[in-house]
């Protein structure tokens, strides 16, 4: 059964940069598609970014374009590796930051961007950018 596990968040002021990590593990990991999402109280979960199984391409939401970079790493077998390095944060980028994987799929750039489709989550971990 494939899990996600991220960690990395934290407290920065606005300005600042933050890289988060994520754990990938189980069985076919390297083959699925994984990135990140973000949540705020009383909104719904934001795409933030993907990356495709080997790392050949990745996908940005237009608000972190530029800002964010999403990188993964499938040598420390049997698990993948996925972060999220963040700069210039500012306070609206303060969310709880959630992992995600989705199986192998002939569109997975659509799938991993559409929350109703992604089927593995990670608990989430909080970053909060002071102004």
């Known amino acids: 059964q494939v899990a996600v596990v991220e960690s990395g968040g934290g407290l920065v002021q606005a300005g600042d940069s933050l890289r988060l990590s994520c754990v990938g593990s189980?069985?076919?990991?390297?083959?699925?598609?994984m990135g990140w999402y973000r949540q705020t109280p009383g909104k719904a979960r934001e795409f933030v970014a993907g990356?495709?199984?080997?790392?050949?391409?990745?996908?940005?939401?237009n608000s972190v374009k530029g800002r964010f970079t999403i990188s993964r790493d499938n040598t420390q077998m049997p698990q993948s590796m996925v972060y999220l390095e963040m700069t210039t944060l500012q306070p609206e980028d303060t969310a709880l930051y959630y992992c995600?994987?989705?199986?192998?799929?002939?569109?997975?750039?659509?799938?991993?961007?559409?929350?109703?489709?992604?089927?593995?989550w990670g608990l989430g971990t909080q970053v909060t950018v002071s102004s």
């Open positions: 189980g069985s076919g990991i390297r083959d699925y598609a």
């Open positions: 995600v994987a989705d199986p192998p799929r002939r569109e997975w750039w659509s799938a991993i961007r559409d929350p109703s489709r992604v089927q593995v």
């Open positions: 990356i495709s199984a080997y790392g050949a391409t990745d996908l940005y939401a």
